[in-house]
């Protein structure tokens, strides 16, 4: 299957978060793909970001990830319940990072549906909700701290161009969209850098 190489992910992370955009991300689960169209990122940079984990280069068991080789899943926890996935970025050493904010669903749906809600129905409301944040976005497709650290060069967890690429059948993708950029969110105690237009979202 064709993916990302690892020269991808080792460019200026500002770029990689707008180019992460409309891309595929896959997940092999228990010999299930599950997959869906990334629609919403942000990008974090350790040497100038006051939101950045590993601000100023810090390093700690936490953030020792952020300065593995770019192509790296540095998956943490928030609140003590909710995971986050983020692609490593730029050199090894330079801590640097894309967020996984939002997906489209496109394959496995009805799994990542289940991982999200249980036996629950999925309303409207749950529908609208399903993969438009981080923490929900992990739920779905089983993502935790063992998965910290992983290659997304690998099998397990990957990015594609198209779904075509993963073996998958195509899917709808509109026929205009454009990318919008503003301040990231829940970033309100990173002084200047809580208005830093770092967040890019594809619109319809």
């Not at 299930?32 to 100038?48: N, Q, S």
């Not at 998956?75 to 909710?82: A, P």
């Not at 289940?114 to 129905?121: F, I, S, V």
């Not at 290659?151 to 454009?178: K, R, W, Y």
């Amino acid at each position: 299957m064709a993916r990302l190489s690892q020269n991808f992910y080792a460019q200026d992370t500002l770029k990689a978060a707008q180019l992460l955009l409309g891309k595929y991300l896959i997940r092999r689960l228990n010999g299930e793909i599950l997959a869906g169209r990334i629609i919403e990122t942000e990008a974090y940079i350790g040497r100038c970001d006051k939101a950045c984990h590993a601000y100023q280069y810090r390093r700690t068991a936490r953030t020792e990830t952020l300065f593995a080789p770019p192509g790296t899943a540095y998956i943490y926890l928030i609140y003590g319940m909710y995971h986050c996935l983020n692609f490593v970025t730029e050199p090894e050493g330079e801590p640097a990072a894309v967020l996984l904010r939002a997906l489209q669903p496109v394959a496995g749906t009805e799994t990542m549906t289940r991982l999200r809600y249980g036996d629950k129905p999925l309303t409207a409301f749950r529908k609208k909700n399903f993969l438009n944040g981080p923490g929900k976005v992990c739920q779905a497709l089983a993502l935790t701290r063992a998965e910290n650290g992983v290659n997304l060069t690998g099998d397990t967890l990957f990015i594609c161009d198209c779904p075509e690429d993963a073996g998958l059948s195509g899917f709808p993708v509109p026929a205009e969209e454009h990318i919008s950029a503003g301040p990231r969110v829940g970033v309100d105690y990173a002084e200047e850098a809580r208005d830093f237009p770092w967040r890019f979202r594809l619109e319809g």
